[in-house]
Nanobody
Framework: QVQLVESGGGLVQAGGSLRLSCAASGRVSSIYRMTWFRQAPGKEREFVATLRGTDGWTTSADSVKGRFTISRDNTNTVSLQMNSLKPEDTAVYYC?????????????????WGQGTQVTVSS
């Protein structure tokens, strides 16, 4: 089992920055990938950024590329640095983990989820 706890959400003005963190516990050494998703009201959950645990490879969605950066702070914690925030970035952000290979952008490939943290960007 893997447990995930997010922190760092909040309210920020457009153009501002926030840093989200995801702390993992349990079978951390078995985690293959950790990923951030987000879900805005009335929309489907969408991929934001991912980090592969085996080699640190990362990628992000086109909508956040150049503004958001995913990184591993230590063995158990992955962060999402969000800069130049826009109102359309407003959503609940979720950290997810998977122990197996598969599509990094498909939420169905993840068996472990955090509780989510709200990010609100005002215009």
């Amino acid at each position: 089992q893997v447990q995930l706890v997010e922190s760092g959400g909040g309210l920020v003005q457009a153009g501002g920055s926030l840093r989200l963190s995801c702390a993992a516990s349990g079978r951390v050494s078995s985690i293959y990938r950790m990923t951030w998703f987000r879900q805005a009201p009335g929309k489907e959950r969408e991929f934001v950024a991912t980090l592969r645990g085996t080699d640190g490879w990362t990628t992000s969605a086109d909508s956040v590329k150049g503004r958001f950066t995913i990184s591993r702070d230590n063995t158990n914690t992955v962060s999402l640095q969000m800069n130049s925030l826009k109102p359309e970035d407003t959503a609940v952000y979720y950290c997810a983990a998977t122990l197996r290979l598969g599509s990094y952008s498909d939420p169905r490939n993840y068996g472990y989820w955090g509780q989510g943290t709200q990010v609100t960007v005002s215009s």
